[in-house]
T-cell receptor, first 110, second 113 residues
Framework: NAGVTQTPKFQVLKTGQSMTLQCAQDMNHNSMYWYRQDPGMGLRLIYYSASEGTTDKGEVPNGYNVSRLNKREFSLRLESAAPSQTSVYFC?????????FGPGTRLTVL | GENVEQHPSTLSVQEGDSAVIKCTYSDSASNYFPWYKQELGKRPQLIIDIRSNVGEKKDQRIAVTLNKTAKHFSLHITETQPEDSAVYFCAASSYYGNNRLAFGKGNQVVVIP
């Protein structure tokens, strides 16, 4: 089992460009999450999906959209990237309480 | 919503000594308290967790204690080794919050050989 996978690993964007971060899990988990991690700020929840077909805002949703494509996949879209969105993005999934994290995507917005 | 705070932000210990990190939480409905370890450039990984019906849990050199009255929980690492150097995050969640985790800002632990 691959667990939680994310693509791409690294990305550099110019201000105003758009992109989609992909996440997939093969553990048959119902819940999936997107976090951003900034120095000294811990892990902040952007959006989550408690089950296929549902999505909800987390702590810092502005500037992002998500799609729960099916039970396995949960994507995060930046429509118009801003330098403030420079961060490391982690996807996670869970069946009950324990969350399993993907390897992360390091995004730089110039 | 839940607010989780961690202290101290950085902790340096001599190899072989013990390290203790404390977290406080605000929501008395929280019932699940995990600790994650994140090595440099890696993903966070669960190392131990505790539920609100238990006061202490141990797994080899690590342990977690929970004080529901005071709303704090602590991670204890004994006989520290260089590979324990990492950032440690505590978190809390409740069923009423859809089991979403609220994370603390993290503690950098440095084990000095």
């Amino acid at each position: 089992n691959a667990g939680v996978t994310q693509t791409p690993k690294f990305q550099v964007l110019k201000t105003g460009q758009s992109m989609t971060l992909q996440c997939a899990q093969d553990m048959n988990h119902n819940s999936m999450y997107w976090y951003r991690q900034d120095p000294g700020m811990g892990l902040r929840l952007i959006y989550y999906s408690a089950s296929e077909g549902t999505t909800d805002k987390g702590e810092v949703p502005n500037g992002y959209n998500v799609s729960r494509l099916n039970k396995r996949e949960f994507s995060l879209r930046l429509e118009s990237a801003a330098p403030s969105q420079t961060s490391v993005y982690f996807c996670a999934s869970s069946a009950h309480n324990e969350q399993f994290f993907g390897p992360g995507t390091r995004l730089t917005v110039l | 919503g839940e607010n989780v705070e961690q202290h101290p932000s950085t902790l340096s210990v001599q190899e072989g000594d013990s390290a203790v990190i404390k977290c406080t939480y605000s929501d008395s409905a929280s019932n699940y308290f995990p600790w994650y370890k994140q090595e440099l450039g890696k993903r966070p990984q669960l190392i131990i967790d505790i539920r609100s019906n238990v006061g202490e849990k141990k797994d080899q050199r690590i342990a977690v204690t929970l004080n529901k009255t005071a709303k704090h929980f602590s991670l204890h690492i004994t006989e520290t080794q260089p590979e324990d150097s990492a950032v440690y995050f505590c978190a809390a969640s409740s069923y009423y919050g859809n089991n979403r985790l609220a994370f603390g800002k993290g503690n950098q632990v440095v084990v000095i050989p």
